[in-house]
């Protein structure tokens, strides 16, 4: 199990009231939607720097860089 770790951070007033809707609308903790929007932005973050990989690879080897990214893709999902 993961270790919880508490943390303050000051966001824009109409961020926390998306927060805190997007909370009351799923019927979690302000804590579980911030968490899910972590993993999320994670996630993007590592598919771009995938395909900016697969991007240059394709650059010197095409059919190499077209037979990985769509395994690589649904690997992440």
Do not use: C, H, N
């Amino acid at each position: 199990m993961a270790t919880r770790t508490k943390v303050t951070v000051s966001i824009d007033s109409s961020l926390d009231r998306l927060l805190r809707e997007q909370a009351a609308r799923t019927r979690t903790s302000v804590s579980r939607v911030v968490e899910e929007a972590l993993r999320l932005w994670q996630r993007r973050r590592l598919e771009q720097d995938l395909e900016r990989g697969y991007r240059e690879l394709a650059g010197q080897a095409p059919s190499d860089a077209e037979d990985f990214l769509p395994a690589v893709r649904e690997a992440l999902e």
